[in-house]
C-alpha cells in the first residue's frame, strides 16, 4: 500500500487517508458511483448481448430472438436497458450536485471539463443504444439525427461516418455498432478512470 505522499499508482487508487467529510453521503451522494456501476452492468450485459446480437437487417429479429427464445435473454436486455437509464440520469444529478458545491472551481476545472464530455458521451451512447434495436422507432430517430448532422458544415460527411446508411425502418447499420461498442463505450471506459485519477490526485472529494 502507498505511504501517505506517495505519488505511486497505488498511493492515488488507495490512499492511507482521506478526509472524514468525504465519507458522508451528502458528499457526493454516491452519484459518481452509481454512474460506474450502471457502466460496469452495462459492459457485462453487453458482452453477453454480442454473442446473439446482429446489427443492420437483423436487428430487430434477432432482440426478438434474445427476449423470447434464450434463457433469461430478455432480462439481460432489460437490464443493459435500464442500466444506460440510470446511467445516464446518476450522471446529469452528478453535475447537478458539482454545479451546486461549486467543486467545478480552481483547481478542478479538467475535472469539470472531463465531466461535461463524460455526460455528453454518455448521452450519445445511449442514443447510439437506441439507434441498434431496429425497428420504425429507430429509423425514424436516425433520420432526425442525420437531418442534423447535414445541417453542419460536412456534415453529410460525418453523417455517413456516424450513421453508415440506415433507412427509415430500421436505424442499425454496422457504422452506428461499431460506434456503440467499441468507440464510445470504450472512450467513456477511458474517461471515467481518468475522472477518478484526478479525484485522487486533487486530494479526493470536497465536503459541502
Not at 429509423?139 to 446508411?165: I, K, M, Y
Amino acid at each position: 500500500m502507498g505511504k501517505q505522499g506517495d505519488n505511486s499508482f497505488t498511493g492515488h487508487i488507495r490512499p492511507r487517508q482521506i478526509r472524514a467529510g468525504a465519507l458522508r453521503l451528502r458528499a457526493t451522494f454516491c452519484l459518481g458511483g452509481f454512474s460506474f456501476l450502471a457502466f460496469i452492468v452495462l459492459t457485462i450485459t453487453g458482452v453477453l448481448l454480442l454473442f446473439y446480437y446482429q446489427p443492420g437487417d437483423r436487428a430487430f429479429a434477432s432482440l426478438s430472438e434474445i427476449n423470447s427464445v434464450l434463457p433469461y435473454g430478455g432480462f439481460v436486455r432489460s437490464l443493459h436497458f435500464w442500466a444506460g437509464q440510470m446511467m445516464v440520469i446518476s450522471v446529469f444529478l452528478h453535475m447537478v450536485r458539482v454545479v451546486w458545491s461549486r467543486a467545478y472551481r480552481p483547481l478542478r476545472e479538467l475535472n469539470w471539463i472531463t465531466g461535461v464530455v463524460l455526460f455528453g458521451l454518455t448521452v450519445i451512447l445511449d442514443y447510439s443504444g437506441y439507434l441498434l434495436r431496429g425497428g420504425q422507432e429507430s429509423g425514424a430517430a436516425a433520420t432526425v439525427g442525420q437531418a442534423l448532422f447535414t445541417s453542419l458544415p460536412g456534415g453529410q460527411a460525418l453523417a455517413t461516418v456516424f450513421f453508415g446508411q440506415p433507412s427509415p425502418l430500421n436505424g442499425s447499420t454496422l457504422n452506428m455498432f461499431v460506434w456503440h461498442v467499441f468507440i464510445l463505450a470504450g472512450a467513456v471506459g477511458f474517461l471515467q478512470m481518468f475522472h477518478f485519477w484526478r479525484i485522487r490526485r486533487g486530494g479526493g472529494v470536497r465536503p459541502l
